[in-house]
């Protein structure tokens, strides 16, 4: 069964990290472009950061930029993310997410959530005081 499944979410104080992961079960993490995304109820999904199938290309949505960093480890099949300076805007659900259009780039993926094949069941994060 080809599954993704976060983990690492919590309640975080304002200026707080959390390291999210994703690991993958049923397929080769290492043959897609993977991708976080975070959703806030009564709001379009947003792309956090994308990552190419080898690591070398990253890209980050402009509101995560130099606080958020996306890895991978494909010997482990798991997928990354570490938040830091986190703020109460980025309390949201968010998702790890899989695709095989490996031709595109990490920026144009980011902002194409209908090109993910795989999605994981989602992490709440909050940032609160």
């Known amino acids: 069964q080809l599954e993704l499944v976060e983990s690492g979410g919590g309640l975080v104080q304002p200026g707080g990290s959390l390291r999210l992961s994703c690991a993958a079960s049923?397929?080769?993490?290492?043959?897609?472009?993977v991708g976080w995304f975070r959703q806030v109820p009564g709001k379009e999904r947003e792309g956090v950061s994308c990552?190419?199938?080898?690591?070398?290309?990253?890209n980050y949505g402009d509101s995560v930029k130099g606080r958020f960093t996306i890895s991978r480890d494909n010997a482990k099949n798991t997928l990354y993310l570490q938040m830091d300076s986190l703020k109460p805007e980025d309390t949201a659900v968010y998702y790890c997410?899989?695709?095989?259009?490996?031709?595109?780039?990490?920026?144009?993926?980011?902002?194409?959530?209908?090109?993910?094949?795989?999605w994981g069941q989602g992490t709440q994060v909050t940032v609160s005081s």
């Open positions: 049923g397929f080769e993490l290492g043959n897609y472009a």
């Open positions: 990552i190419s199938t080898s690591g070398d290309s990253t």
């Open positions: 997410a899989a695709s095989s259009r490996t031709y595109y780039s990490t920026s144009l993926l980011l902002r194409m959530p209908n090109q993910f094949n795989y």
